[in-house]
């Protein structure tokens, strides 16, 4: 993608600035490329006519273009309104501050950002940066976390200062850097102050990293403050699976099925959540033997359609499971036996 901006814009006031720049410098994979320039849309639609991708506009009110591929690798053209220098005096840190122009070996680096890489630093460019927005407070953390850098101590004390901002930013802004963070990324923010402003805490830092799950983290440390994020439905169901869960008390298999009802398919995760690693080959077994279809289905049990049809089969999983039933004649039995007890009962 960089090398056809650099030949379809080259003679022209075109910018590769921010996270393309820094990420080439280090020998990081470029997945999105940042141009400045002075027609956004133009030069969206040329680009995307010839490399394929999808042109949107990012933001009417900037006047900034998008174009996208397969993958999520995007090309993102800014509207350059000045002098490139005024366009990276707005940018958060020197390392995302340089410029390189399209076609030609001209850069502009006026906050000493190729040094700050060279020296592993995460610098502020200025006193306002986190105030000018807020998301800074944890981009910086997160660019520490992923780049392996340290913040300069000037710019802890920057994020410290204005640490009460935190939460301004939209909640899917907030959300997106706080899943990039690992578990020295979130140690980090607790470091900061910025963890528990944004209803975090580290009583259970001992099970980060303890599953591959990514939104594992984000429950061991908000646990049900995560819900209050505007988190997807797969990610709110995933994170209440885990916070009601309750580990087997045995490892009989009756015992690991009423757990695995309850969890699965983050069984494992809820292992690791609850700190029952001890379950977890007992776990794997069980999804080793499921059968692959049941004893039984629900019109085969002879009563009416309803939750006692499947509060049934829940009882004939769990005794197949236990090893009490085997077959479906001992099934459609004890569904039998069990039925007409209930209906006594009423």
Known sequence: MRELVEKLFAGEEAWIVGGAVRDRALGRPVVDVDVA???????????????????????????????????????????????????????????????????????????????????????????GVFRDDPLRLLRGPRLEDELDFRLVPETEALIRRDAELVTRPSGERILAELRRLSASGFRQLEALGLLGRLGGSLDGA????????????????????????????ETRRFARTLLRAEPPTDDSPRSIHRFRRATEPWGLEALAYL??????????????????????????????????????????????????????EEALEYARRNARSVRSDG
């Open 37 to 127: 320039l002075s027609e956004p849309e133009q030069a969206a639609r040329h680009f995307a006519r010839e490399s394929g991708g999808a042109p949107f506009p990012l933001s009417e009110r900037h006047g900034a273009w998008r174009v996208a591929f397969e993958g999520g690798r995007t090309v993102d053209f800014t509207p350059l309104r000045g002098p490139i220098e005024d366009d990276l005096a707005t940018r958060d840190f020197s390392i995302n501050a340089i410029a390189e122009r399209a076609g030609s070996d001209e850069t502009v680096d006026p906050y000493a950002g190729y040094a700050d890489l060279a020296a592993g630093r995460l610098r502020a460019i200025g006193d």
């Open 275 to 328: 700190g029952a690693d001890e379950f977890r080959d007992s776990v794997l077994e069980a999804r080793a033997r499921q059968p692959k279809k049941p004893l039984v289905r629900g019109g085969e049990l002879g009563i009416p359609p309803g939750p006692e049809v499947g509060r049934l089969l829940d009882e004939i999983a769990e005794e197949r499971a236990a090893g009490t039933i085997t077959s479906k």
């Open 206 to 233: 001992g099970r980060l990293g303890a599953a591959r799950h990514p939104d594992f983290d984000l429950v061991v440390v908000f646990g049900e403050n995560l819900l209050k994020l505007p988190i997807s439905n």
